[in-house]
């Protein structure tokens, strides 16, 4: 398993803190790891993939509490690993694309 950072509180102070470098980055909602991310590099680091998330009140991310990050040369590599041992210890976590369409969920129900 990947060596990930300590815990770090999702919040503006902290996340201006996150890498500007390419890897993968995990939000928890208290012990529960709720959503695993990939920031590919060209502009999407680690640390505007997060600050992306905390200004966006509209998706499940915004339960985030605290995150943990890992500089990865294949981030998306590095994801499905997360993601193969976070389900099987904890049951299904967000993915990119499933983050979207809570966006697009919560966005309807608005209207």
């Given at each position: 398993?990947r060596s990930?950072?300590?815990?770090f ?13 390419q890897?993968?980055y ?14 590919r590099?060209?502009?999407a680091?680690i ?7 905390l ?25 499905s690993e ?21 966006k697009?969920?919560?966005?309807r129900?608005a209207s």
């Open positions: 398993m990930l950072s300590t815990a509180p999702f919040t503006e102070v902290h996340v201006s803190t996150a890498p500007r470098s890897g993968v995990i939000l928890f909602e208290g012990d529960m790891p709720i959503y695993v991310g990939v920031a590099g060209l502009g680091t640390r505007s993939q997060l600050q992306r998330l200004g966006d009140e509209d998706t499940a991310a915004s339960a985030g509490t605290h995150y943990r990050w890992a500089i990865a040369d294949d981030p998306r590599a590095v994801r997360l993601l193969a041992d976070y389900e099987r210890r904890f049951g299904h976590i967000l993915t990119d694309d499933e983050l979207a369409r809570t697009t969920s919560s966005m129900r």
